[in-house]
């Protein structure tokens, strides 16, 4: 008898914590988003001593030179609605996650442009960062193309 409570309880709490990861990976993508969205922000006011504490793998970058990079583009993230679209999370581990987005931007030629794409992120210090290299792609101010869908 005791055998037979003892295996109804673990087929409970296997239900019950099966029925939980649904809910903790859309916890997880919101954290996700909202972390991508207020670094997106802090670009977009141009913060960027701010946004540079927020990236993951700086490498090389100094604070001073990436600020520069930053104020010398006229490209920054669009404003409410427009900033992201169609997030979703790829690929989550413990510290890393790919995520794709459309992200619309202005400053540039054409002023429906927009970057569709993924973005890897790193979980440090308690946040989830985008990566330095990513935030400089798209400002087109690293040696790396800019990757763009433009809509007509």
């Known amino acids: 008898m005791h055998i037979r409570t003892v295996s109804l309880v673990l087929c409970a709490l296997f239900v019950l914590a099966g029925s939980a990861f649904p809910a903790f ?14 670094t997106l922000d802090i670009w977009r006011d141009g913060r960027y001593e701010q946004l540079f504490e927020r990236l993951a793998h ?3 970058t100094s ?3 990436f600020v520069k990079k930053m104020r010398d583009s006229s490209i920054r993230p669009a404003c409410c609605w427009q900033k992201m679209e169609n997030f979703r999370v790829l690929n989550e581990k413990r510290t890393e996650a790919t995520v794709y987005v459309k992200l619309g931007l ?3 030629m054409n002023s ?3 970057s569709t794409r993924e973005f890897k992120m790193t979980h440090e210090e308690g946040l989830w960062k985008m990566q330095l290299a990513d ?10 193309k800019a990757r763009h869908s433009l809509k007509r």
């Open 25 to 38: 990976a859309a916890d997880s993508a919101a954290i996700l988003e909202s972390s991508m969205s207020e």
């Open 58 to 60: 700086r490498g090389k």
């Open 63 to 65: 604070r001073e030179a």
């Open 106 to 108: 202005e400053g540039t």
């Open 112 to 114: 429906s442009d927009s």
């Open 135 to 144: 935030v400089l792609s798209i400002a087109e101010v690293s040696g790396k």
